[in-house]
Each structure stands twice: as C-alpha cells, then as structure tokens.
C-alpha cells in the first residue's frame, strides 16, 4: 500500500476539517435519497464508514500536536 504523507498546520487543517464534514453530509443525503439498500446507497454507506474512520484518526493526530485554542473538531460545529 503507498501512502502519502502530508504536512498540515492548524489553519490548513481546519479547512480539511470542514470538507470532510461537508463530504459527510453529501453522503449522508445521497444514503437518505437513494436508501441503504440501493448500489448507490451501499456505496455512499460505505464511504461514509470510512470517511469517519478517518475523521477519527485525524482528529486524534490533530488534538495531540495543535493547541486545542487553534481549532474546533466539535462536530457540532458544522452540523
């Protein structure tokens, strides 16, 4: 597997931050659109599972680098 490893300081991550949660709430409307049970649907699940995986990862690496003052990962937010 290649990875790609990127260099984020807290404004560059804040702005990744609420792209993610807007991919998020893409998703989350083509799953209500088309239903869990559809190819689209199945796929945008699937997505979904892994785009808050990820979510998970980056604001764990996030909170233990950045001054929590800097950003916001409340998922409230943007919500």
């Known amino acids: 597997m290649r990875e790609l490893e990127l260099t984020l300081k807290s ?8 792209s993610l949660h807007a991919r998020e709430k893409e998703l989350l409307a083509r799953i209500e659109e088309y ?5 689209q649907g199945a796929d945008a699940l699937s997505d979904l599972a ?12 996030a909170e233990s680098i950045f ?13």
């Open 50 to 61: 892994y785009l808050r995986l990820y979510q998970k990862s980056l604001r764990a690496k």
């Open 67 to 79: 001054n929590k003052n800097v950003f916001n990962t409340s998922d409230e937010t943007y919500a």
């Open 35 to 39: 239903g869990e049970n559809s190819d």
């Open 11 to 18: 404004d560059n991550f804040s702005l990744i931050w609420i």
